[in-house]
């Protein structure tokens, strides 16, 4: 399957902004999805997965209470959902995908696209 990740941009801290990821080539609705982010100079980190169904979501405790996992299976897209950003959540912020859980948030998904960039200025 591939992704292709959009909506990232430059905000203000305490602001909003929802990230999209489109996937083709793959049935979605087998995949396990998620995002993962890597700032400057640092590895690339889980920030959120959701189930098949949607039915579950699973975040880092660093966005835990601030980001939303959801999924339109009709639409072939997971969406981000960020709220309260801090200047520490800048990075670039990749969709990820695998048949599999565990790759999803562990980091190293079979499937990752192109990312897009977040900006938190403080």
């Known amino acids: 399957v591939q992704l292709q990740a959009s909506g990232g941009g430059l905000v203000q801290a305490g602001g909003s902004l929802r990230l999209s990821c489109a996937a083709s080539?793959?049935?979605?609705?087998?995949?396990?999805m998620g995002w993962l982010r890597q700032a400057p100079g640092k590895e690339r980190e889980f920030v959120a997965a959701i189930t098949v169904t949607g039915s579950s979501t699973y975040y880092a405790d660093s966005v835990k209470g601030r980001f939303t996992i959801s999924r339109d299976n009709a639409k072939n897209t997971v969406y981000l959902q960020m709220n309260s950003l801090k200047p520490e959540d800048t990075a670039v912020y990749y969709c990820a995908a695998d048949v599999r859980f565990r790759p999803v948030v562990s980091g190293s998904p079979g499937n990752w696209g192109l990312g897009t960039l977040v900006t938190v200025s403080s």
């Open positions: 080539g793959g049935t979605f609705r087998r995949h396990y």
